[in-house]
């Protein structure tokens, strides 16, 4: 039952009678609480976010708050004090401040809550939208605005949302990096003074930083206990999440889009709505934010049909690259076909009619079989890989053109260009991105997906590809005086594009790709199946990323190919059985020419590819615990994956360091029945590689947890893959 509360106190003040009024808002899920309040002069007030409150505590919260911190509910820009602001706007006047008061409150059977709020001089209208998803423990936050005034407004920062936290020993999770090098791990505790994370790439969100982070309540982040609360910014575009520390005694965290360099221009009678913040809190430290976000991706859309398997395919690149030979290809296919395989998908390298895509420096745009490559054009492959019982995949990368291109040389007025100055091109020297500001070019891009899908409806699978950032800061669509609305706009552009494909082909599967795993947001996810984490393959330096990664996002929507050795990208020589069982941990695929491999290799391919179609459903929809990390002391790292009812467990172990009399730990498994037994299974055994268990073994939960397995672990990149069931 959501809580309404109502208080009126009488003040006596030189013998003249006041009445303070006070309202409060909460928002809950089953275990959390946000509350705000209304108070006198109907302004809007923050109190609480945190584990639920009963009603004496509630009351408790309420009257031990300290005066001297006055924390606004969404702070503005004139009348906050002095304080840090969410939202500063320009009105059609040139006036830069706003002063909102409460007008309203709409609750929601669903227990949604909207705050209507206007300023108390202009017809503006700022309205703060509240969603709860009560099993998953996550709120979502966000602002809709509202221009009522006869010109336009301008708006210079215009944050999502606003969450203060409580000075302490509070410290912070964030993920940063690079191409082939994401979702590194960094933890640092919160200091005095503004910390920043943005990106500016324009069309990706996500290579150098991330929209996501985690903020432990309790000193230095644990991974399965602690006050934690994670916050992820749904947005695909620029983005700033903001910590300002003062000496006021709180931090303060703004996230939203990065209004720089230009803010927004909002034209008389429209509503901008701003991107979501998904918020959770959880008592069991980073573990438990992950899983609560793992279970609302999963169970409310966030991640698209995530209730059908991820299909094991095999991916072209890395085996061929951009030489595509039709003999070649159906090598490929057959080959993978014998391994258990369920998809293939060609990559980059298979279109372009006039200007033959044999290098990355034309073509796009141009989506048109080469038939120099491919006589039978796809069609022919398609009919190879169905007969050999699989599915088909393509490789795309829609919102891009090239100088070397019909689409360019038809539509140079397509692409995002500042008039008058030269051209600065991307990837290959050549690349450019398509407006999608644009009406017409929306349409082109929703046509090209629809042709291509509706004239092959057999295609099961995209690989959506975005490998140019923002360069051209100019739209030959958009008026002279909405030039600053670009970043923003372009994104509403490739949503709607997105959303107008997904309701003509709602069972394709797409892999959201930026470059590797520049692109991947929960602002996009809600369209895409699963996502490319990182064009780095190297299975060692996947253990890092994949563990970032799986921070915010389930596990089985993560891509996760075993390839070749030495690495493409490292040249790092690592066994097959340890790039077997990294790829495991998340959506299995291959991505190199399996002729390459000896027999001993086919053969162990096989056996894991038959051990990964038994374990997926519990990969798919089991829950993942995140025990050794590989950023600690211990030079190991291992997760755990556990069913539903707890009927079955995966352990998965990894050794990251190596070095003489080393102290391996031992691997201590959580939240199973501690009455209950188990036996344990090894799987993906490769000859001549000793066993880390013996099969049938059987242990106590109360031991595996207390205690744990002893494995040996002695070579480099040994790796581990038990099964453990109840009895």
Request: net charge neutral.
């Amino acid at each position: 039952m959501k809580l309404i509360k109502t208080i009126l106190s009488v003040v006596f003040l030189q013998g003249v009678q006041f009445f303070a009024f006070s309202e409060e808002i909460s928002i809950e899920t089953s275990n959390t609480l946000m509350l705000l309040e209304r108070v006198e002069g109907d302004t809007l007030k923050f109190v609480y976010y945190g584990p639920r409150l009963d009603r004496i505590d509630q009351d408790r919260l309420l009257r031990e708050k300290d005066p001297s911190i006055v924390l606004y509910g969404y702070p503005v820009f004139g009348t906050s004090d002095g304080a840090p602001y969410a939202m500063q706007m320009e009105h059609a006047d040139g006036n830069q401040t706003l002063d909102l008061k409460v007008t309203g409150i709409d609750r929601r059977p669903d227990g949604s809550v909207d705050i209507n709020m206007a300023d108390r001089l202009f017809p503006v209208s700022v309205k703060l939208r509240y969603k709860p998803y009560e099993g998953s423990d996550v709120i979502e936050s966000w602002v809709e605005v509202k221009n009522g005034e006869e010109g336009a407004v301008r708006l210079h920062r215009f944050d999502s949302s606003f969450l203060p936290i409580e000075q302490g020993d509070v410290w912070l999770s964030r993920l940063h990096g690079d191409w082939a090098s994401e979702a590194t791990l960094v933890e640092e505790p919160l200091r005095p003074g503004m910390l920043q994370i943005k990106t500016t790439d324009g069309a990706r969100s996500s290579h150098y930083a991330r929209p996501e982070v985690m903020i432990s309540l309790d000193g230095k982040p644990c991974e399965n206990k602690g006050r934690t609360i994670g916050a992820a910014l749904e947005w695909s575009g620029n983005f700033s999440l903001r910590f300002d520390t003062e000496s006021r005694r709180v931090h303060r965290f703004f996230a939203g889009v990065l209004a720089e360099p230009s803010g927004y221009v909002l034209d008389p009678d429209s509503v901008l709505v701003l991107p979501r913040v998904a918020y959770t809190y959880s008592r069991n430290g980073k573990g438990g934010v992950s899983r609560n976000f793992h279970s609302w991706a999963k169970t409310e859309g966030k991640v698209y049909r995530t209730d059908r398997p991820r299909d094991i395919l095999l991916n072209s690149w890395e085996g061929v690259y951009l030489n595509i030979k039709e003999p070649v290809i159906e090598k490929m296919v057959n080959d993978w076909s014998a391994l258990g395989g369920e998809l293939f998908v060609l990559d980059d390298g298979w279109f372009g009619d006039k200007y033959p895509r044999n290098v990355d420096n034309s073509s796009l745009g141009d989506w048109r079989t080469d038939r120099r490559k491919l006589p039978h054009g796809i069609e022919g492959l398609i009919k190879t890989t169905q007969d050999k019982g699989m599915k088909f995949g393509l490789w795309i990368e829609p919102e891009f053109t090239n100088v070397r291109s019909k689409l360019y040389e038809t539509h140079p007025d397509w692409v995002l260009r500042a008039g008058g100055r030269p051209l600065r091109y991307g990837r290959g020297g050549t690349q450019m991105i398509l407006d999608m500001t644009n009406p017409e070019v929306r349409d082109f891009v929703v046509n090209l997906v629809d042709s291509l899908l509706s004239g092959h409806p057999e295609i099961a699978y995209l690989k959506w590809d975005c490998n140019t950032f923002l360069l051209n800061y100019g739209s030959s669509s958009l008026p002279a005086d909405r030039q600053t609305n670009i970043y923003f706009d372009y994104h509403k552009g490739l949503t709607d594009a997105l959303k107008r494909i997904r309701a003509k082909h709602p069972d394709v599967a797409i892999q959201n790709c930026g470059g590797g795993g520049g692109r991947y947001n929960y602002g996009l996810m809600p369209y895409f199946d699963e996502f490319w984490v990182s064009d780095n393959t190297d299975a060692w330096q996947r253990v890092f990323i994949q563990w970032g990664a799986s921070m915010f996002y389930p596990p089985h929507v993560m891509g996760q190919h075993v390839s070749a050795s030495p690495s493409h990208q490292t040249g790092r020589i690592i066994p097959m059985k340890f790039r077997f069982d990294v790829a495991m941990s998340g959506r299995l695929g291959m991505e190199m020419l399996p002729s390459a491999m000896t027999e001993t290799e086919r053969d162990f391919a096989r056996k894991a590819i038959a051990n990964y179609k038994e374990i997926r459903p519990l990969i798919q929809n089991g829950e993942q615990y995140r025990l050794l990390s590989p950023y600690g002391d211990s030079g190991m790292a291992s997760m755990e994956y556990l069913s539903a009812d707890g009927s079955e467990a995966i352990l998965f172990a990894y050794k990251m360091k190596h070095y003489q009399n080393q102290v391996i730990p031992r691997f201590r498994l959580v939240a199973l029945d501690p009455d209950a037994i188990y036996s344990v299974e090894e799987l993906n055994i490769y000859p001549g590689v000793g066993r880390q268990v013996a099969d049938g073994e059987k242990y106590s939960g109360r031991y595996l947890m207390e205690n744990g397995l002893r494995l040996s672990m002695g070579s480099e990149y040994s790796s581990s893959l038990i099964r453990l069931k109840r009895l």
